[in-house]
């Protein structure tokens, strides 16, 4: 449980993780045979590898409840962090969105936490076509299609996209 706990501990203290994302990295910490090297794997390439010993399901249960009972893990917080981070590296509520998903957040947290933000994704939009094709965004229609194309994969909606050419004197 100590071993488990302050991998936690650890993990937690680098940054904010989901719980699924802290329970999928709890359940693959290696546990190397104390016995055989006091508690340390030398690198030496001749050894063979060590089993893993399987991590007691109860025991990331308990350390996960530990978490929560001191506000170390807190899923909205991950959520709200997680999205201000991704949104000033110029990605899209659609591809926000999905990272979260895809890290175990539930979908009604992440919507609510996106709904909570204060982010206006048409502006955001805007701000990343301009740092990539500056300041005067092509009129021609191939390289409005490749503005289109850029915007849609950083994860923006085709409306807010389309609010660029709309709503923003060029």
Not at 33 to 39: L, S
Not at 41 to 62: F, G, T
Not at 74 to 89: E, M, P, T
Request: charged letters at 30%; one cysteine or more; aromatic letters at 10%.
């Amino acid at each position: 449980m100590n071993d488990l706990l302050s991998r936690a501990m650890r993990l937690l203290s680098q940054r904010d993780h989901s719980e699924a994302e802290l329970r999928r990295k709890l359940a693959a910490q290696p546990f190397v045979a104390k016995a055989r090297f006091g508690g340390k794997r030398p690198h030496a390439p001749s050894l063979p590898p060590v089993a893993e010993e399987p991590v007691d399901p109860a025991l990331i249960e308990q350390v996960i409840a530990y978490c929560y009972q001191h506000n170390w893990l807190d899923d909205k917080r991950f959520a709200h962090s997680y999205i201000g981070s991704r949104s000033r590296k110029g990605y899209g509520a659609q591809r926000i969105r999905s990272e979260l998903m895809q890290k175990g957040v539930v979908k009604a947290l992440v919507q609510d936490a996106l709904a909570e933000c204060d982010i206006d994704w048409c502006e955001q939009a805007k701000q990343v076509a301009q740092r990539k094709f500056g300041d005067a965004l092509p009129t021609d229609w191939k390289e409005k299609a490749k503005v289109q194309r850029y915007l849609l994969y950083r994860g923006f909606f085709q409306e807010e996209i389309q609010s660029i050419y709309r709503d923003f004197a060029q």
